[in-house]
């Protein structure tokens, strides 16, 4: 019955914030997009036989010198730019949610560790984290980025960007979520029904996964949603940097890097639109995760 109040009051909260509801509707027609990418796509970008250098810098079908077949232009390998985006999308989507995945799962596993310990193995554990908040993931990824081009070539990286991307955006952001979790453990572990668990002879392992690591999934879910957009926003820049996904596999910060050349000589829309698609990605997760944050926080409440 608690339970069914509670589901009930979600979708009524939820409902009644448009900018919620709005957020939502975007990112689920974004995710649709990324999903459903081979069936939408008029082109596929990876396969050099579609293409046609005759077609690079083709402008949008609306202006004069725009063609039917390229809704929003071409690029300068002469690439549709519709499919491009929408393949562009699914491969910022997957490093962003996939760096999430792994960063919460260390940063839990750790922050939980830490939390129930404490301790000599406490200490170690945040101090370790202090370390690693020092290095922002830019540095990391500039860091092991030339020396894995450097090692492997600019043919073979790319076989490997994607998995690469995933785990240096993933391994740097990982403190965030031991720091929160920790908290949380540390104010769990002295509850009554922890003390009851530990009574009647349980492992600390069950009781640190079965009984106090779900009371604090809830900052870990506020946390992940923001975090997905910080991926993303993370990829773009490091492949704009010449650090993330390489021209020839389309991601939404390596069609803002490979068009950004011709922005000035009036090619803009290589550029602008899909640095209008990650600019919709990222503001409706991060609306989303602002009121899945004052929903779950009972000391914030709305009018």
Same mark, same amino acid.
């Given at each position: 019955?608690l339970?069914k109040?509670? +589901?009930?009051? !979600? ?7 448009? #900018? ?11 995710l ?6 081979p069936f ?5 970008? =990876?396969d050099?036989?579609?293409?046609d ?9 609306? @202006? $004069?010198?725009? /063609?039917?077949?390229?809704?929003l232009? @071409? +690029? ?5 730019i519709?499919s491009?985006?929408?393949?562009? @999308? ?13 960063q919460?799962?260390?940063g839990?596993?750790?922050g939980?560790? $830490?939390?129930?310990k404490g301790?000599? *193995?406490?200490s ?5 984290a202090?370390?690693?908040l020092?290095?922002?993931? =830019?540095? #990391? %990824?500039?860091? !092991? ?8 070539g600019?043919?073979? =990286? %790319?076989d490997?960007?994607v ?5 240096v955006?993933?391994?740097s952001e990982?403190?965030?979520?031991a720091?929160t979790?920790r $908290?949380? #453990?540390?104010?769990?572990k ?6 009851? $668990?530990r009574v009647?002879g /349980?492992?600390?392992?069950? *009781? ?11 900052? #870990? ?6 975090q997905?957009a910080n ?12 650090l993330?996904?390489p ?6 910060g390596?069609?803002?890097k490979?068009?950004?050349? =011709? ?8 550029t602008?639109?899909?640095?209008? *698609? ?10 989303l995760g602002d009121?899945?944050?004052?929903f779950l926080?009972?000391?914030?409440y709305k009018?």
């Amino acid at each position: 019955m608690l339970r069914k109040f509670k +589901d009930s009051y !979600f979708w009524y909260s939820f409902r009644r914030d448009p #900018v919620a509801v709005g957020s939502f509707i975007i990112l689920l027609i974004l995710l649709a997009m990324a999903i459903f990418a081979p069936f939408l796509a008029t082109q596929n970008p =990876y396969d050099g036989s579609t293409i046609d250098l005759m077609d690079a810098e083709t402008p949008p079908m609306w @202006t $004069a010198n725009g /063609l039917d077949t390229f809704w929003l232009g @071409t +690029d300068a390998q002469g690439r549709d730019i519709w499919s491009t985006i929408l393949y562009g @999308t699914r491969i910022s989507l997957l490093i962003g949610i996939g760096a999430v995945a792994l960063q919460s799962f260390m940063g839990i596993i750790i922050g939980l560790t $830490a939390g129930y310990k404490g301790g000599r *193995i406490d200490s170690f554990l945040m101090r370790v984290a202090d370390v690693q908040l020092s290095f922002s993931s =830019y540095m #990391v %990824a500039i860091f !092991f980025g030339a020396i894995l081009q450097a090692a492997l070539g600019v043919s073979r =990286y %790319a076989d490997v960007a994607v998995p690469f991307l995933i785990f240096v955006i993933g391994f740097s952001e990982w403190p965030q979520y031991a720091r929160t979790v920790r $908290a949380s #453990v540390l104010a769990e572990k002295k509850k009554e029904y922890v003390e009851a $668990a530990r009574v009647i002879g /349980l492992p600390p392992m069950r *009781i640190m996964f079965r009984h106090i690591l779900p009371n604090t999934l809830t900052p #870990v879910l506020v946390i992940s949603t923001v975090q997905v957009a910080n991926a993303v926003m993370s990829e773009a820049a490091l492949s704009f940097l010449g650090l993330g996904m390489p021209v020839n596999q389309p991601s939404l910060g390596s069609l803002i890097k490979s068009g950004f050349a =011709y922005f000035m000589s009036g090619s803009w829309w290589i550029t602008l639109f899909p640095g209008l *698609i990650l600019v919709l990605l990222v503001l409706s997760i991060n609306l989303l995760g602002d009121w899945l944050r004052d929903f779950l926080n009972p000391k914030l409440y709305k009018d």
